[in-house]
């Protein structure tokens, strides 16, 4: 169910299941975040990733709405590349259903599958853009 799950994400479009693999052994567990609840607070240490399977939630920095994420979408991976603290806080606009990573090995899943390092970094180049647009 997971590779289904992870082919249907967008920005792993360029992967093949062979690629996806690795990533799909390092779930570390499927949660429900109910509306209301923080799935990852900016300022707060990085431990963690997620695959968003149902439901939406906002993205703000500094309290200011900056997005959404919903199904088949992804948050919080990038961090992992930056260190440091989040850079946003994810609120669950409804009861959120998403697949868990946790930091440990993603660096490793991630050198050893240069089709996801570059479907990553693509993403970030996305985020940025978006992010800056509305600078």
């Known amino acids: ?9 967008g920005m792993f ?4 299941r062979d690629d996806l693999g690795p990533l799909a ?10 509306a209301g609840e923080v799935l990852g607070r900016e300022g707060d ?3 963690a990733w997620w695959v968003v399977l149902s ?4 993205v703000t920095v ?18 992992l590349f930056a260190g440091g603290p989040r850079s946003a806080t994810v609120t669950a606009s409804d009861d959120l259903d998403v ?8 660096r490793d899943v991630v050198a050893a599958t240069p089709p996801l390092a570059l479907t990553l970094l693509e993403e970030a180049a996305r985020r ?3 992010t800056n647009a509305l600078v």
């Open 25 to 34: 052994d390092a779930v570390t567990q499927q949660k429900v975040v109910r």
């Open 99 to 106: 697949l868990e990573f946790g930091e440990a090995g993603f």
């Open 13 to 16: 479009a360029g992967c093949s």
């Open 55 to 58: 439901g939406r939630a906002e």
């Open 1 to 9: 169910m997971t590779l289904e799950v992870l082919g249907r994400v």
């Open 62 to 79: 500094g309290g200011a709405a900056v997005g959404s994420v919903g199904p088949d979408e992804t948050v919080g991976e990038l961090a």
């Open 45 to 47: 240490a990085v431990g």
């Open 128 to 130: 940025l853009r978006a």
